[in-house]
């Protein structure tokens, strides 16, 4: 397979992607980043650059994993693989997503990912595999095995280590570009597949390792976003996504209850005032 690894980058994660980028550069795989910010970096060494600058309500992450797809597919990839600028691949990455696909053409591939805790060298292997610990809110496969999601694992889809083959992208669905800023936009692809009837498989040993950085424990610069996402996407599903967040959120006086949603703004009921 022809496979090309496709990225977003902004300036808030330069430091992470050029280690990434270091690491796919050893393998000799061909890279495209899809830069997120209104000036295009300089400096960076993957093989393409495509710009998808902020909208009006935020960075588009949907319309540039689309962006970076379709160049990947007129660089002639027959294998796309999506990794967020915070993830590393391990040495087997790359092959175990291939493989998979060769034998699951049709279906979206998710290997595991282990969340690093500081001072890790991402740039060596042995000490990333020392710290392996894929999150355990997703399946994590011997090596070498295939497991299909049932459609209660849908949810759990995330883009920060997935690949599909050419055929599958040009089939659909893509991510929706309605969703600007923060959050939403996985879990509506996802319940897209799932309404198509599009396998999800879950990738033994397809390993990626997001490198530390600090973030807030709910994410609360986020917050108009998560309601703007959350809503529309609560429109067209019948649910909200991002839950645990927006309870969070209720619980620190952000949010509460709307009928089936949420708006921002406490209860007046409740007495507590957004932010207290």
Do not use: K
């Not at 300036?11 to 061909?30: D, F, I, K, P, Y």
């Not at 690093?116 to 399946?139: I, K, W």
């Not at 497991?147 to 997935?162: E, G, I, T, V």
């Amino acid at each position: 397979m022809s496979t090309i690894v496709v990225t977003i980058g902004s300036a808030a994660r330069r430091a992470h992607l050029e280690v990434q980028q270091t690491v796919l550069a050893r393998s000799g795989v061909r890279r495209v980043v899809v830069w997120l910010d209104d000036s295009p970096p300089p400096g960076l060494t993957a093989d393409e650059l495509v710009s998808v600058p902020p909208g009006p309500h935020g960075l588009r992450l949907a319309a540039a994993r689309n962006a970076g797809a379709d160049r990947a597919l007129e660089a002639g990839a027959s294998l796309i693989v999506f990794l967020d600028a915070d993830c590393v691949p391990s040495s087997d990455l790359l092959d175990r997503y291939a493989a998979a696909a060769d034998a699951e053409l049709d279906a979206v591939l998710c290997g595991p990912v282990t969340y690093l805790p500081p001072g890790v060298d991402a740039l060596d292997e042995q000490e990333l595999r020392r710290h392996r610990a894929p999150h355990a809110a997703r399946p994590d496969p011997a090596d070498h095995s295939l497991l299909r999601a049932p459609p209660s694992d849908y949810p759990l889809f995330w883009s920060l280590s997935f690949a599909l083959s050419a055929e599958r992208w040009r089939s659909g669905p893509r991510f929706d570009e309605a969703y600007e800023g923060y959050g939403g936009e996985d879990t509506d692809f996802a319940f897209h597949l799932r309404e198509r009837d599009v396998p999800l498989v879950w990738v033994g040993r397809a390993d990626a390792y997001h490198q530390h950085h600090s973030t807030s424990s709910s994410p609360v610069q986020h917050l108009d976003d998560i309601l703007r996402n959350g809503r529309l996407f609560a429109e067209r599903w019948g649910e909200w996504p991002m839950t645990g967040w927006l309870r969070e959120f209720e619980r620190q006086g952000l949010v509460s209850r709307d009928g089936d949603g949420w708006r921002l703004g406490a209860s007046t009921a409740s007495g507590a005032r957004p932010g207290g």
